[in-house]
């Protein structure tokens, strides 16, 4: 059995009351695939990022099993780069 997964491989800054993370590995394609391989191999990625997506990355899902050949990477591009703010009282 494998498992396709799509979705977006990207850079994520996050806040919380307790903290601020800068340009971490983010995006649901990433964390679903690195989730599945934990039950089921192989996986299958596909996504899109840019040049400054970094290869230790790609080397990491491909040591736990995630197959990458349909991860494009777009040479004149910056991978997606989201921002997400935390709060509560």
Do not use: C, H
């Not at 040591?63 to 990458?68: A, I, L, P, S």
């Not at 910056?78 to 935390?86: D, L, R, T």
Request: no cysteine; charged share 20%; net charge negative.
């Amino acid at each position: 059995m494998s498992v396709i997964v799509v979705g977006s491989m990207a850079f994520d800054d996050i806040e919380t009351p307790f903290g601020k993370s800068n340009k971490i590995i983010g995006g649901a394609g990433t964390y679903i695939a690195y989730a599945a391989a934990n039950f089921v191999q192989p996986i299958q990625q596909v996504s899109v990022v840019g040049y400054d997506f970094p290869e230790e990355e790609l080397e990491d899902l491909r040591r736990r099993g995630v197959e990458t050949e349909a991860v494009e990477i777009v040479p004149d591009r910056k991978s997606f780069f989201g921002q997400v703010s935390i709060t509560w009282t």
